[in-house]
């Protein structure tokens, strides 16, 4: 046997042209070699691994056949993208996933050629691809443009705007419908890949073109007749009827897992030179890891993990997540008030409704990757007495801020928004990041918005949010682990607009947002050992705005500092405003606002993000120096 006969297939793959000579049969080596790979990758990173496994053959088909990057190949979400990323010359890499300096967990222009659009939202995948078959076309180009969305993104209205624009304009365009969670599909097989080969062969699509000419030579009742007959029998054997009405082809199901199945049909589509098409592809989450195909959630998304047995590393920490913290408390309150609902869109665990959804499983509602259904859901329900918790991510309410502003904002709706993920994230970089719903909250008339310092005030705040039932709040917590504070048997409601002082100074002022509080207590500790009294003080609102504390702060104190996890625009904001309106700003005050950076912090461990963010102990210490217009090196020398 020769050398290179031993070597592993996917040590001779760097980019995808190098797939174009391998054999069927090797083909489905790479495919077990591209797997494996991928579980070993992301054994040591942690990521998203249940459904680049289930896309592994789905992969190898789609590069083998297409001309990528030439081609334009884009992946919904990005979650499936690791097998992706290996096999186009980042595999050298691929144990830097969502690691500082490392590669995306999502697929990024910036990072390679072959991502030819970002994605970390899903649904969006469509939409970008029909711009791209319209900009290929002005330009009178001719490459394929193939967009793969997941059966779960289906469920957000995005993806059927996109479909039924794109059917309307009838540009060659390809959709891969990645069917593996919500089993909409028939059962699969011979006859189903037979038929999906037939019905996108030119034959097939000729004669189909023949019939419709046909058909409108005849008189109207015979033609719509004919129609008619063609689509319900092609539906009887294939389904599809939706996507044929949104003007698509339809062609499918096929074995996502049968490269001799894929590849017959992506050959065929890909010499189509029709309007759109959609090839529905049926596809395990998990495929070919045990541990994977056995979960509950295909390992969706997982930690660090040991490859023999599927156990993930568990945390050392003994402080409560903050997530779990907010779904425990909201179960506490719903054992007192049957009023109290649950709605997450697509992110049960995520959020901690699933641990809601357990007691409460009539009042518990997941509506599906749909943030703008799920907020106005919510407002239908407060119009009607309940108290519904609309359980979102910071960076996915984002995607229903219109519905926030007219269905609940205009209409004071009680609806409590509990805003998961607020500041920064970590390994899920910058598009998770929670930077922005304190500024497009806070300017809504009404509104309350309040943030948890650590996870006893979240005890609290969920209580205070049951309490609000003459207009909208929100609670915003950040990702991860508390503070190990002590923690309440039960939550009291607090006074609205209300902050706390937790420490008494009389020269320099902390005023923290949210869950930063930690690290002004460590910078007032390290202030008070360089011989600066800090006073430190928890706003806990940032609409309303304790005016009196903030006043209070500014009177008592040469320099004022305001700490938050979100960008401008926000908390400091409000206290300047505050400031400039009580002539405070005249009288020497010093005031500094420390922010989220101008700029997009890719993905590190939260401590790394916090020191580029400058958010952190040190960087709050730097701050006050360079308000009273010293050197806290020089300071620090002195004080050795």
């Known amino acids: 046997m020769s050398e290179s006969s031993k070597t592993p297939l996917l040590d001779r793959i760097l980019i995808p042209q190098g797939l174009k000579n391998l054999s069927a049969d090797q083909l489905k080596q790479l495919a077990n070699e591209l797997r494996t790979e991928t579980v070993d990758a992301v054994a040591k990173t942690g990521g998203h691994l249940g459904a680049g496994l ?13 001309d990528t990057p030439h081609d334009r190949l884009i992946w919904d979400v990005g979650h499936q993208s690791y097998p992706h990323k290996i096999l186009t010359g980042r595999r050298d890499r691929i144990r830097t996933l969502r690691q500082g300096g490392g590669l995306s967990g999502f697929t990024k222009r910036a990072e390679s050629d072959y991502d030819p659009f970002g994605a970390a939202h899903s649904s969006t995948s469509i939409s970008a ?8 076309d002005l330009e009178g180009k001719k490459h394929n443009v193939i967009a793969v969305i997941g059966d779960g993104a289906m469920s957000a209205g995005m993806a059927y705007e996109a479909m039924n ?21 028939p059962p699969v097989g011979a006859m189903s890949a037979y038929l999906a080969r037939l019905i996108s062969g030119k034959t097939y699509r000729t004669l189909r073109d023949i019939g419709k000419q046909l058909a409108r030579h005849l ?11 063609e689509e319900f029998a092609r539906g009887f054997w294939t389904g599809g009827t939706l996507f044929e009405e949104l003007g698509f082809y339809y062609v499918g199901p096929i074995d996502g897992h049968n490269l001799d199945h894929l590849l017959p049909v992506l050959r065929n589509v890909r010499d189509a030179e029709t309007g759109p098409i959609l090839v529905h592809v049926v596809t395990q989450k998990g495929k070919g890891y045990a541990p994977a195909e056995t979960s509950a959630d295909k390992y969706h998304g997982v930690v660090k993990f040991d490859v023999a047995t599927g156990a993930q590393a568990k945390s050392k920490s003994l402080a409560p997540q903050f997530t779990k913290v907010f779904g425990e408390s909201l179960i506490k309150e719903a054992r007192k008030d049957d009023k109290i609902v649950a709605i997450t869109a697509a992110m049960p665990s995520g959020t901690g409704v699933d641990l809601f959804a357990k007691e409460f499983p009539n009042r518990s509602f997941d509506v599906g990757i749909a943030e703008q259904h ?32 007219h269905d609940i904002a205009i209409q004071g709706l009680p609806v409590r928004f509990a805003i998961d993920r607020a500041g920064l994230v970590g390994a899920d970089g910058p598009t998770h990041a929670g930077a922005f719903d304190i500024t497009y909250l806070g300017c809504l008339p009404g509104f309350v918005v309040m943030a ?26 950040p990702r991860g682990e508390g503070l190990g504070v002590p923690m309440p048997d039960e939550g009291k409601a607090l006074e609205i607009g209300k902050g706390r002082i937790l420490q008494e100074g009389h020269k320099i002022a902390l005023l923290s947002f949210g869950a930063r509080l930690g690290e002004c207590l460590k910078a007032a500790k390290e202030l008070t050992a360089l011989g600066l009294s800090a006073t430190v003080a928890d706003a806990r609102f940032a609409k309303p705005l304790d005016i009196q504390l903030v006043t209070r702060l500014a009177r008592e104190h040469e320099v004022l500092v305001t700490i938050e996890e979100g960008a401008i625009g926000g908390f400091g904001a409000y206290v300047l405003q505050t400031l400039a309106e009580q002539g405070l700003l005249d009288q020497g005050l010093r005031v500094r606002c420390m922010v989220l950076p101008d700029r997009f912090i890719d993905q590190d461990t939260p401590t790394a993000m916090y020191a580029a963010a400058g958010l952190d102990a040190g960087a709050i210490v730097a701050k006050v120096f360079e308000a009273l217009g010293k050197d806290v ?3 620090t020398v002195k004080l050795a």
């Open 129 to 136: 691809a029909l711009g791209m078959a319209v900009a290929r």
């Open 452 to 477: 948890a310092a650590d996870e006893a005030e979240l005890v609290h705040m969920v209580a205070t949010a049951v309490a609000i039932d003459d207009r909208p709040s929100a609670l915003r917590y």
């Open 54 to 66: 289930g896309v592994v053959e789905l992969t190898v088909a789609l590069h083998y056949v297409f």
């Open 165 to 185: 624009n794109a059917g309307a304009r009838n540009e060659r365009l390809i959709v891969i419908l990645n069917d593996n969670d919500m089993s909409i599909a």
């Open 219 to 229: 008189p109207k009742f015979f033609g719509e007749k004919a129609g008619r007959a």
């Open 633 to 635: 090196g020089a300071e």
């Open 374 to 405: 799920a907020v106005t859901f919510a407002g239908g329900l407060a119009a009607e007495g309940f108290k519904p918790f609309a359980t979102i991510y910071s960076t996915f309410l984002q995607r229903a801020y219109d519905q926030v502003v």
